[in-house]
């Protein structure tokens, strides 16, 4: 199973400490076992089967040496021998800490990974630690059937671990039918505190010394390190060369002449494989440890930044506190310097962690979250970048509680993961939750050092401090010219103090008295965490679907950010002019989008022939924002193929008289409808929409959702919304803005103006180049319509307002108009 000789054989005394299952003490047993060993004179290795990160940092505590991980899907099963071999280079022994149940391997691959598959690829002895606190003659059957499960595993001994009354030791004894290594007794003062993620890390722990040196001593009392020893000696030679980071990568700089990588360490980066950092050191940089909680600044000349993972979320404000290196860390990576952040590093270049700012170079943020993300997964380049190429695949895993707010503007996905995009990435910048070995993948580390020697040093902060602004993109983009971010306007960039607002859809009236109680209501009850189930079966009842075809979000927007990663989109249409927000939604996800224009002289309205056959999401709006225009559901309905997905945005569906060309209780396959409650409740603060769909589709997309994404008060006003008194409320505005539309449609008539024949809140109007602007200096705010694909600077969509208010426009229009 190691391949070829290629050359000599090698000695090294080794043993596997194993299990049944997790929770039977073997990181005890094996961490003590490396400090008793090492307590008698002997050079110990410590290893652990698979990825994690918090086992070796004992490891090592316990051995004096970093701890080593044997992880066949991580780094390929060739290397697993040759790697042992490197980790246990000048070791009189090397213990290695399994992983879960000894035949507990990567789900779907019949062990792979496993503690027995790494036994077997090292033909090392295992010695199964068996907890029988619970248990007497049944670890008998239980061993013995763990010994002959594998031909290709010796099961060598057993440690008796947790035990009880000599009694029921004498029965175990008698049970088993291997030799009983050791008898270790329960002892609580032992155990290691563990949190969100499992153990505490050592690294975090200011007493890990003194309690690995008490594990060694009750290790040495109950367990027979001499017959350990001989099971480890009676391992084979191992046909394998330990393995060599030089032969992996190339030198990018001379001796002397070293570019300094920056990696992050100390108890908030905890997180880190050993081979990393050599295969950085083989290819000619100089590592240099620094410590985020601690540190002013980055080491001096640093061209790469390294930030592994670890557990920031508990360190959250003490790394805030560090407002100079947060601002440093933010200037540099914005300015090019390549920068890996994994997991714990991406959530560093956040602009929030749990509310708190850090250092604001991803436009988003993250929560914990009660839901535990852990997969081992296969994941798919997006694109070229700083560490990859489009296409390439790595193998990894992710671990962790907290979970992104939103999807990162801007960026292209760093990795496809089982049809989730995740991450950000760039030519200078790679950032995700997935977790890699570097030892399986050293084209990773090899692109890595090629950036930092090119790239230029970080220069030296200033002395006095400064605070990071994560808000900084969004500030600088208010002022630049949308144009060069048109997808990302709307219309409330248009407001400002002193300006009539007839840009923003949001209905004008005040809210209803049962609808301000309802909101009142949710805020009262948001001392508990919001459950959207009344939310869900309100809105349920309300289309004459079940429950489960109804996700509620945080608006609209939320849908569509949701739908944008939920799939690996193939080929995806937009029909335009429509709102942008989910082409934004789309292109922030890394998907390229096909825009499919309705033509002004057929009025805008859709051609189904016109989107490609090929499509497998089709986005419209209906009624259309900007154009107001109502699309027949039939017409819809024919851009249905199998296995394409049809996203119809009726955010304004509820100001069309009957809702008539809604598909909302339509139930055919492929349809995703998508709602807001932000427009006609006046409630765009509040942030209130929900999906519906099939069982299957809604299931996928509720999958991605942020927990608590949607708030107390928000899952209030939407059962209030669907109410009796809210159906009644709905039909009386829906036929006052009837009727202020037509005002406003009758008097743009009498002066000459081109409209579009909307249905719905608004108008598009087309009022010529410039008159934008002047209506805006006569306090007059309207929404510039050339953010919209489709349509140019002449156009402007006006919301429709009673009367008295449109008057004020029609006054502006004539004074703008008139000949000077």
């Known amino acids: 199973m190691t391949g070829p000789s290629t050359g000599p054989l090698t000695r090294l005394p080794r043993v596997v400490v194993a ?36 086992d070796p940092g004992y490891h090592a505590v316990a051995t004096g040496r970093p701890g080593r991980n044997l992880d066949p899907h991580q780094v390929g099963e060739e290397r697993i021998p040759p790697l042992l071999l490197h980790g246990a280079r000048g070791a009189d022994v090397a213990v290695v800490e399994g992983v879960m149940g000894l035949h507990d391997g990567r789900l779907g691959t019949d062990g792979f990974a496993s503690t027995a598959h790494v036994a077997a690829l090292t033909r090392t002895p295992v010695v199964l630690v068996v907890d029988v606190s619970r248990m007497s003659r049944s670890v008998g059957a239980l061993v013995a059937g763990m010994a002959a499960y594998d031909p290709a595993v010796e099961v060598a001994g057993v440690v008796l ?32 505190p563990s949190r969100h993620l499992g153990l505490v890390p050592a690294g975090e722990r200011d007493e ?22 001989d099971v480890a000696r009676s391992a084979p030679d191992l046909d394998a060369v330990p393995w060599d980071p030089a032969a992996e990568v190339r030198r990018v700089a001379a001796a002397g002449e070293e ?7 100390g108890r908030a980066f905890t997180f880190a494989y050993a081979e990393t950092e050599e295969l950085l050191a083989a290819a000619g940089c100089r590592v240099v440890r620094f410590d985020p909680l601690t540190d002013r600044s980055l080491p001096d000349g640093t061209r790469a930044l390294l930030l592994g993972g670890g557990f920031p979320e508990v360190h959250v404000r003490e790394l805030a506190r560090n407002t100079a290196l947060l601002a440093q860390v933010r200037d540099a990576v914005r300015a090019g310097l390549p920068t890996v952040g994994e997991c714990a590093g ?43 190429r489009a296409g390439e695949e790595v193998r990894g895993h992710e671990f962790h509680r907290t979970a992104l707010t939103r999807a990162a503007r801007g960026w292209t996905p760093a990795w496809e993961v089982d049809g989730e995009l995740i991450g950000v990435a760039s030519p ?5 939750y997935l977790h890699v070995h570097w030892a399986g993948h050293p084209r990773l580390a090899q692109r890595f050092a090629e950036a930092a020697a090119t790239a230029v040093p970080v220069v030296a902060p200033p002395v006095e401090d400064a605070s990071p602004d994560p808000a900084a993109d969004t500030s600088e983009r208010a002022e630049v010219d949308p144009l060069l971010h048109p997808l990302d306007h709307h219309g409330d960039r248009e407001l400002g103090p002193g300006l009539l607002d007839l840009a923003v859809n949001v209905h004008p009236e005040p809210r ?6 309802a909101l009142a209501e949710g805020v009262r009850d948001s001392t508990s965490y919001p459950d959207p189930a009344p939310a869900r079966a309100a809105i349920a009842e309300l289309h004459r679907r079940r429950p489960d075809e109804v996700l509620v979000t945080a608006g609209a927007a939320e849908a569509f950010e949701l739908v944008a990663r939920w799939k690996q989109w193939r080929h995806v249409v937009v029909v335009h002019p429509q709102f942008t927000e989910p082409h934004a939604a789309l292109e922030r996800a890394g998907h390229r989008v096909t825009v499919v224009q309705c033509r002004p002289e057929d009025g805008y309205r859709l051609d189904p022939a016109a989107v490609p056959e090929d499509a497998d999401l089709v986005v419209l709006g209906n009624p259309t924002n900007p154009t ?41 396959r492929g349809l995703l409808v998508v709602r807001s409650l932000t427009k006609h409740w006046s409630l765009p603060g509040i942030r209130a929409g929900y999906v519906v769909g099939s069982e299957r589709s809604i299931a996928g997309l509720e999958a991605r959702q942020v927990p608590w994404s949607v708030s107390t008060p928000a899952i209030s006003a939407a059962v209030a919304c669907t109410g009796p008194s809210a159906l009644a409320e709905a039909a009386r505005r829906t036929a006052r803005i009837a009727q202020w539309r037509a005002h406003l449609l009758a008097g743009l008539g009498a002066r000459g103006v081109e409209v579009v024949g909307s249905e719905t809140s608004f108008v598009l109007a087309r009022v010529g180049e410039g008159a934008r602007e002047a209506l805006r200096e006569r306090g007059i705010a309207v929404r510039r319509a050339d953010t919209f694909p489709g349509l140019d600077g002449g156009w402007v969509r006006i919301a429709v307002r009673p009367p008295a208010t449109t008057d004020l426009l029609l006054e502006a229009l004539d004074a703008v108009s008139a000949p000077a």
Not at 30 to 54: F, N, Q
Not at 172 to 190: E, I, Y
Not at 215 to 224: K, N, P, T
């Open 19 to 54: 299990a049944p299952s997790t929770g039977q003490g073997k990181t005890t047993i094996a961490t003590g076992l490396m400090a008793a060993l090492r307590a008698r004179g002997l050079e110990v290795s410590g290893h652990k089967v698979g990825p994690d990160y918090i």
């Open 161 to 192: 671990n947790r035990a009880g009354s000599p009694r029921n030791v004498a029965e175990v004894r008698r049970s088993v039918r291997l030799p009983v290594l050791g008898v270790v007794p329960r002892d609580d003062s032992l155990a290691t």
């Open 208 to 229: 890990a010394a003194a309690l690995v040196a008490r594990l060694g001593e009750r290790v040495a009392q109950h367990v027979d390190l001499d017959a350990v020893l």
């Open 259 to 265: 570019p300094v990588v920056a990696v992050a360490g």
């Open 346 to 388: 991406l959530l560093y270049l956040l602009e929030a962690l749990d509310d708190t700012p850090m250092a604001g170079v991803i436009g988003t943020s993250a929560a914990m979250s009660e839901r535990l993300t852990l997969r081992y997964p296969v994941a798919r380049a997006v694109g070229d970048s700083l560490l990859a």
């Open 428 to 432: 200078t910048l790679h950032a995700s």
């Open 512 to 517: 209803p008295a049962w609808l301000e109680q």
């Open 628 to 668: 107001g225009v109502l699309h027949p559901a039939a017409d819809i309905l024919r851009l249905r193929r199998p296995k394409r997905v049809v996203l119809v945005d009726e955010a304004f569906m509820d100001t069309v008289a009957g809702e008539r060309e809604s598909l909302a209780r339509d139930r055919r």
